[in-house]
């Protein structure tokens, strides 16, 4: 389809069914309000000038600021001036699934999966790319590549759809390595923390402990501490209670499911808990987040 493949229920933004991913121009100007979306959203200052409002606070911005924001984060933007965003939009199945391998590579994992996470950032991942480098022409050429499949059916173009967007996660993470903390010749992700992530994610419910986990992996819960810092920047049960907001944050915009039952869907039955876990996380109460972004106040 020529038009972008995303509905707009008030303040969430969602692909429509089928959609697997999308880039394109999105051009501001004045306040665009505050939204959030169930896709993953990755966003490159094209032009123009302008801010961006976030839990973290305002970010003015300008040319080669790029944006990275997990699925539920909330976020809007200000005073813009011919604001040019060169917008890439993509389903968490497609991340679940044709790009679960990402999650093993040191850059692009960093990219999507820890970096969002990491240092109390709660989803959102900021960096900048030098306008006039190698890095900023060879993202924007990838992205003109996804771009140019908007109106091809997925039916018959998915492999084109992930191969485009694999290449433009490469290019951005790549260049992302090269001016933050992620060293240059960072090693492999060791094969236990890949089997620790996949486990947490498939079973978010599960009561884990440090203990069980690692007994899992027949491993020392302090070594697999270790290991799961030096590669994601998070002990295993700080990545799980992100996993757990995350989640909670889609339940809470897609279904009716009481506000107590969200919580102990995601593995957190103690409703105090879970309202300061989330609190935390999105610098909202559940039951605001849920009123604030999705069309009526649901049952709590």
Known sequence: MAEPPVENTRTLLHFVDGSLAWAGHYLHEGTHPVHTHSFLEIALVMGGAGAHHTLAGEQDLRVGDLMVLRPGVWHGYE??????????????????????????????????????????????????????????????????????????????????IVGWLSLVLSAMARSVARTSSVP????????????????????????????????????????????????????????????????????????????????????????NYFARRFRSHYGLSASTYRARFTKTVKRL
């Open 184 to 271: 240059a010749g960072r090693p492999e992700t060791h094969p236990a923390v890949l089997e620790a992530m996949r486990m947490l994610e498939e079973r978010p419910a599960h009561p884990w402990t440090l203990t069980d986990l690692a007994a899992s992996l027949h491993l020392a819960p302090g070594y697999l501490v270790r290991l799961f810092k030096s590669a994601t920047g998070l002990p295993p049960m700080a990545y799980l209670s992100r996993q757990r907001v995350e989640l909670a944050a889609s339940r809470l915009l897609h279904s009716d499911e009481p506000i107590s039952r969200v919580g102990e869907s995601v593995g957190w039955p103690d409703q």
């Open 79 to 160: 005073r813009a001036r011919g604001l040019d965003l060169y917008n890439c939009c993509f389903s968490t199945d497609l991340l679940a699934r044709e790009l679960a391998w990402t999650r093993e590579d040191p850059w692009i994992g960093h990219l999507l999966w820890t970096g969002p996470y990491s240092d109390q950032r709660r989803g959102i991942l900021t960096s900048h790319l030098d306008p006039s480098g190698p890095d900023f022409g060879e993202c924007v050429r990838h992205l003109d590549g996804l771009h140019e499949l908007r109106a091809m059916p997925v039916e018959t173009h998915r492999g084109d």
